[in-house]
């Protein structure tokens, strides 16, 4: 009679890349076309209720706009992330 049978080998999980924040993307895309962008921060609302709006510029030219966010950092990724949307709508790709 045989016994259970065990299996000793291990499956490998493969790590993932970490992923790129918003910011960063938008850092190497503006670095490809060598765009000067400009990052703009509003603190908006009451002072016991502040929030934030983020953009970003090239000259006159709004690249993107966050939603009012409750930290600065977020108000960054949330524009730059519309930031990207612009520029792969325009073809920077």
């Known amino acids: 009679s045989s016994g259970p049978v065990s299996s000793t080998s291990q499956q490998r999980i493969p790590k993932l890349a970490p992923s790129l ?14 765009l000067p962008a400009i990052f ?14 983020g953009s970003f510029w090239i000259k006159d030219t ?8 409750h930290s600065k950092a977020a108000a960054k990724e949330g524009a730059a992330m519309s930031a990207l949307k612009w520029l792969n709508t325009n073809h920077y790709y």
């Open 21 to 34: 924040s918003g910011r960063q993307l938008l850092n190497q895309r503006l670095q490809k076309y060598k």
């Open 40 to 53: 703009r921060a509003n603190l908006v609302g009451p002072a016991q209720a502040p929030r934030w709006k």
């Open 62 to 69: 709004m690249l993107g706009t966050s939603n009012l966010e």
